[in-house]
């Protein structure tokens, strides 16, 4: 059975530049989660999707992120513009929602480089 | 007050020792607790959950003290393979939220 897939795997921009980040979940998970890792520190949430509906997006930057998950499938995240902290590796996962087994599974990551 | 604190470590252990390490929790309404693991450069995957009345997976044992608000993981008998970085997760009853800690460092040399 194919993982969580994401692409980029890196990626590296200048600042005030835009950039996009996909997500495929695994087949049957209806929900999606973007995570933000920063060096040296634990992923933060940044969105969580419920098949195609944002549930929680408390913790996503909203002046420069964007998220969808058209359809309640793929998702793609977009940051514009660009800023320097934004430098981290941004990771989707999925899993049939938390009630099931707490476990999410995450994808490769996207490592986003902000010049 | 981070939601969850871990001792970063590193952690660095002959073949065969015995590691162990805790996390602790600030938010008393966590329900459910976790072990992931991190290898270099890589995704987060599940180590094992934690019970209350604590639980083992072959050389790892976890345990939970609600009392003091920490949950601990112990590694026996460590293999070169188990160097990674150990993640602390914790959530809430009826939060999808989960909280993970910075995570905890374990170098295991030959």
């Known amino acids: 059975e194919a993982g969580v897939v994401q692409s980029p795997r890196y990626k590296i921009i200048e600042k005030k530049q835009p950039v996009a980040f996909w997500c495929n979940p695994i087949?049957?998970?209806?929900?999606l989660y973007w995570y933000r890792q920063n060096l040296g520190q634990g992923p933060e949430l940044l969105i969580r999707?419920?098949?195609?509906?944002?549930?929680?997006d408390s913790q996503l930057p909203k002046d420069r992120f964007s998220a969808e998950r058209l359809k309640g499938v793929d998702s793609t995240l977009k940051i514009q513009p660009a800023e320097l902290g934004d430098s981290a590796v941004y990771l989707c996962?999925?899993?049939?929602?938390?009630?099931?087994?707490?476990?999410?599974?995450f994808g490769e990551g996207s490592r986003l480089t902000v010049l | 007050r981070k939601e969850v604190e871990q001792d970063p470590g590193p952690f660095n252990v002959p073949e065969g020792a015995t590691v162990a390490f805790n996390c602790t929790y600030s938010?008393?309404?966590?329900?459910?607790f976790f072990w992931y693991r991190q290898d270099c450069r890589k995704e987060p995957k599940l180590l094992m959950s934690?019970?209350?009345s604590g639980n083992e997976d072959g050389r790892f044992t976890a345990q939970l003290n609600r009392a003091s608000q920490y949950i601990s993981l112990l590694i026996r008998d460590s293999k070169l393979s188990d160097s990674a970085t150990y993640l602390c997760?914790?959530?809430?009853?009826?939060?999808?939220?989960?909280?993970f800690g910075a995570g905890t460092t374990v170098t295991v040399r030959a």
């Open positions: 996962a999925s899993n049939q929602g938390l009630a099931r087994t707490g476990e999410l599974f």
């Open positions: 087949s049957g998970h209806n929900t």
């Open positions: 999707y419920e098949n195609e509906e944002a549930v929680d």
């Open positions: 938010n008393s309404a966590s329900q459910s």
């Open positions: 934690v019970y209350s």
């Open positions: 997760v914790v959530n809430r009853v009826n939060d999808y939220k989960l909280s």
